[in-house]
């Protein structure tokens, strides 16, 4: 038998309103927790089936075997792997490099200039991906915009080499990514106490020092949370390096998207392909979140 | 006030429901095409003759289409594969045989070129061929000098005077650039001995100092703008770029190369195969199949289309070659487990 506290006659009440509050709750996060069931869940744990199977021509055969992992770290593929890493975490530095300035800057702005940045920075996705990379393609080519115009300025004798090139990957990477970085950083910043860096000032600090011990500190979550959006799907990253860049910097996503559709057809290489990214990218946020967590224990403390 | 919007809500949806209702009368065909390879104005002429909507999607390699179909929800009517697809797609049960009896202008047809392609359609049971070509190279004269390419060989690929430009693109497409390496050391390409694949990577590992991306597309905005110099090309996307821009050249290398005929074929999945076969036949006729070579460019199998055709088309070399350079090109072929050796060649050259 239950005792109820005799203190709190409300406490059945209490006790009901708690259970219909849950129940409620599952009900409204059920259709996001299906969804994710059975569009990531499952596709996943078909992806991890696959990555153990035998390739075929056109299909897989079901027999088990560690082929497609020991294929996975053979030299051509970590080297892959070493390029994909090093495009998304160079995209992710530099969108962060030009993205805290426009987003200090917005978060600083009067209410009308803000919105009106802020439309300019949503209005790219718009716009289809490919006709952006398409329009980079015109931008950049050999006889492209920017060639005839600093030909026409005499700033260059000859049109510089700047498409199907490793620079061309950055520059799209970038253009591409650089919203990601600018709005989760423009939300941490935007919520700033501005009057500490006004108190830091009178207690003697320079411009410089009160942005590395105050605003660069506070705008951390924003930093992470634009990192991730940038860094993870920067490493996947097909289209761009497809459209703008060569054959001498294959990433991975070029390499899983051949293995997917070539014939010969790979699928448990490309389904172990894209899990070893996958725990990669775990274990590198599990890293960074524990040093947050570090971190914010240690400034509590 | 709140009841007469919701009245309001309540009617517009009902009378968008019946909208969207009353577009299905009209019968609907999908069709899964190459890109820039059926002459736009024939689909409004067929819709319009046939009152129908076509569904039109593109691809730009057969794998690309194969995987579309082989794990798309969308049911497609007709599409337009390789010869050694249709063998693929016909070994996986999803081909529709042809009832000739629907297609009178099935008569047009070139025989010779039926009998070609039973070495991948026995019969001519589930495919009608399309259109055929021929692979060769396309470059700028703007930018690359008249010596270079005198000696119009495949080995032009590896010349030094392309050497850390960036200005060489390869389709993106095993069989054709293991192909060309194979027909330059005087193989036929669908040969996949260890001595004929040891030769072609050796080649291959030349040529790849100077490739800069495999691509089965972009040359055709690339090299015209400068950005690719010279590029591994079909001969009819080659004449449609040369079309518009006098700079651009194109040839068919000594060596020889390989002859390709993409074919109509019937989806077993089809929802709609009266129609379909309207359309097959629709093409096979004599003057729309000329109006569809005109724009293409690429060689008909249709006799009848053909004499149709002025001369210029009907004479050009790069569109209809000499017997004599025939005898050098090789109709790519199924090649079964085979095909893994070529591709480990390719992909070993693309990770290189």
Redesign the interface.
Known sequence: MKIIPYDNPNYALQMAAERRKNFTSWILTAPALLWLIFFFLVPYIIVIIYSFLTADIYDVKFEFTLDAYRQSFTPAYLHTFYLSFRLALLTTVLCLLLGFPVAYYIARAKDKVKNTLLIFIIIPFWTNLIIRIFSWRIFLAYNGVLNNLLLSLGLISQPLEIMRTDLAVILVMVYVYLPYMILPLYSVLEKLDWSLLNASMDLGANEVKSFFRITLPLSKEGIFAGGLLVFIPALGSYLIPQLVGNQKSLYLGQVITYKVKNIPRNWPMASALSLTLLLIVALFLLVIYFLYRKSKSRRQL | MKRGNIIVLIMVIVLLFFCGSCSKNKPVLYIFNWSDYIDPDLIKEFEQQNKCTIKYSTYD????M??KI?SSREAFDLVFPSGDHVT?MCD?GLLEPLDLTKIPNYRNLDNNLLLKATSFDPGNKYSLPYFWGLTGIIYNQRYVPESVVKSQSWNILADNFFTG??KVTMLDD?REVVGAALIYNGYDLNDTSAEALAAAEKTLAEW?KN?????SD?YK??VP????WLAQAYNGDALQVMENNPDIKFFLPVEGTSLWMDNIVMLKSSKNKELAYKFIDFLLNAEIGKRNTEYCRYATPNKAANNLLPDTIKNNALIYPSEEYLQKCYMINAL??N??KI?KLF??I???
């Not at chain 2, 390699?61 to 690309?64: K, P, R, V």
């Not at chain 2, 490739?211 to 691509?215: A, G, K, L, V, Y």
């Not at chain 2, 703008?225 to 690719?228: A, L, Q, S, Y």
């Open positions: 390699s057969n794998e690309n194969l995987t082989m693929i996986a430009k960036n095993a790849d490739i800069t991306q495999f691509d972009s905005n690339e703008d400068g950005t690719t079964g487990e095909v893994k591709d992909e070993a693309k990770l290189n």
